[in-house]
């Protein structure tokens, strides 16, 4: 399935319906495509006209927006708290699975959390330890990029790169925006 990315127009709809959302992009920057969510956090922040994270910051300073997005190195139990005053969490991530669409989204759910601390954190375990501490459920959604090249580096493998902005506009809707393209197609 091949993805292209059109200039977009944003328009905000069912305003009074806001949830307060974080965008919770991790992975590892010196890894190519580990990184990918590195790239699709700024991108968001730039279509929303905010300014993009260097590769120094997390994001975690400038909260407190109806919509925040950071970037970490991996999903931690000490992030719990943090998720606090939000109704729903948006993770992006890569993915090695080639079964998976190259831009998979899907829902997540608390009942499929190993509840074990580990090593590795699921999206889906740090929101079910949410639940267990917080006695609520939030709505997460997973964007998750195929990636193609795991060597040390910085930039992204071409393939990786061209899946940015259609993640971007998966955000935007999942976040009530309307994407609209200049594709003469559609």
Do not use: W
């Not at 109704?87 to 190993?114: K, M, N, Q």
């Not at 006695?135 to 940015?164: A, W």
Request: aromatic share 8%.
């Amino acid at each position: 399935m091949k993805l292209s990315h059109f200039p977009v127009s944003l328009s905000r709809h069912s305003i009074t319906n806001m949830k307060r959302t974080l965008i919770v992009g991790f992975g590892n920057l010196d890894r190519t495509d580990d990184g990918v969510a590195f790239h699709v956090v700024n991108a968001f922040r730039r279509r929303l006209g905010l300014a993009a994270l260097d590769q120094n910051s997390t994001g975690l300073d400038d909260l407190g927006k109806s919509v925040d997005s950071v970037f970490i190195s991996q999903l931690v139990p000490e992030m719990i708290d943090l998720l606090d005053g939000y109704d729903r969490i948006i993770f992006v991530d890569a993915h090695v699975d080639p079964a998976l669409d190259e831009l998979y989204c899907v829902a997540v759910s608390t009942e499929e959390a190993g509840l074990t601390f580990t090593h590795h954190m699921s999206p889906a375990t740090l929101l079910a330890f949410y639940k267990a501490i917080h006695g609520r459920n939030l709505e997460g959604h997973l964007v998750s990029i195929l990636g193609h090249n795991f060597d040390f580096n910085h930039n992204l493998s071409k393939e990786t790169q061209s899946l940015v902005e259609p993640a971007v506009d998966r955000i935007l809707s999942l976040n009530g925006y309307k994407v609209k393209t200049n594709d003469p197609a559609t």
